[in-house]
């Protein structure tokens, strides 16, 4: 018993060891890359796991296929950096600039992407799906799917920032233009912002999505809807107007930003 208790306590010992050997031969290495990466601009699938390269001066640095995760690229400078097949898995890159950057096949599950700029970036088709990417500059309608533009759009809406909406809502209906719930709500944003005539033409539009849905009710009201607002030249914008336009149509208004987060619920990371 005593001899299987000794064995043990050296094999527990021995384990021990060789984990804190790997531990600090994974820091040196990471250390290594990290002064080849800011010495010569250059460092392909280099082990930058945890890195703090925040405000760092990255721009036209090659870090294709670099592992990334959780490196904290918070305000870092990277417009036109090559980070394509890299694994940026939980990284920070808040308000971080990629202008021009080359993201395609890389990494972005939980990226944290918010008020970053995406000016010119290469991504790949629904690239941004995965990652926290709300509120970034220069998002291509083409880099997140339809779902998550039109949820992004309703929750500017809700928060009264109506231009910003609407350019969420363009960006969904390119994703989907047979969509008949985003011309309503971009209807509704350009209503509030007394853009009437435009407004009017997305009710319309959006009537006659709803007749092919066979939705003739919604139709209707629609069509109620693009009339009445061409006929309140008083009104203007940010007082309520989209609001009003629909208040005898059953309410439909109450409903129609809410139907988001009912049909369209947030991707999980």
């Avoid at 994974?26 to 930058?48: D, R």
Wanted: hydrophobic content about 40%; overall charge neutral.
């Amino acid at each position: 018993m005593r001899r299987r208790l000794t064995a043990f306590m050296v094999i527990l010992v021995s384990s021990t060891a060789i984990l804190g050997i790997a531990q600090r031969s994974g820091a040196e290495n990471n250390l290594k890359h990290l002064v080849q990466l800011l010495e010569t601009g250059t460092c392909m699938s280099c082990s930058l796991e945890d890195a703090d390269l925040m405000h760092a001066d990255l721009r036209g640095n090659n870090l294709e296929k670099a592992k990334l995760q959780r490196a904290d690229l918070g305000r870092a400078q990277l417009d036109g950096a090559n980070l394509s097949g890299a694994d940026l898995s939980f990284a920070t890159l808040r308000h971080a600039s990629l202008r021009g950057a080359d993201l395609r096949g890389a990494t972005l599950t939980g990226t944290d992407l918010i008020g970053a700029d995406l000016s010119g970036a290469k991504l790949d088709e629904n690239g941004l799906s995965s990652s926290h990417w709300k509120g970034a500059k220069g998002v291509q309608a083409v880099a997140s799917d339809y779902a998550s533009l039109h949820n992004a759009g309703v929750e500017e809406a809700l928060q009264g920032r109506y231009p910003e909406a609407e350019d969420y809502f363009n960006k969904a209906l390119m994703r989907r233009p047979d969509a008949a719930i985003t011309w309503v709500a971009r209807g509704i944003c350009r209503a509030e912002q007394a853009n009437r005539n435009m407004a009017s033409r997305d009710f319309a539009y959006a009537a006659e999505l709803f007749e092919q849905q066979e939705q003739p009710e919604l139709a209707q009201q629609m069509r109620e809807g693009a009339e009445r607002v061409k006929k309140n030249p008083t009104q203007r914008g940010g007082n309520g107007m989209g609001g009003a336009l629909l208040s005898g149509a059953a309410g439909l208004f109450q409903q129609l930003l809410p139907l988001a987060a009912k049909y369209f619920s947030p991707l999980a990371f």
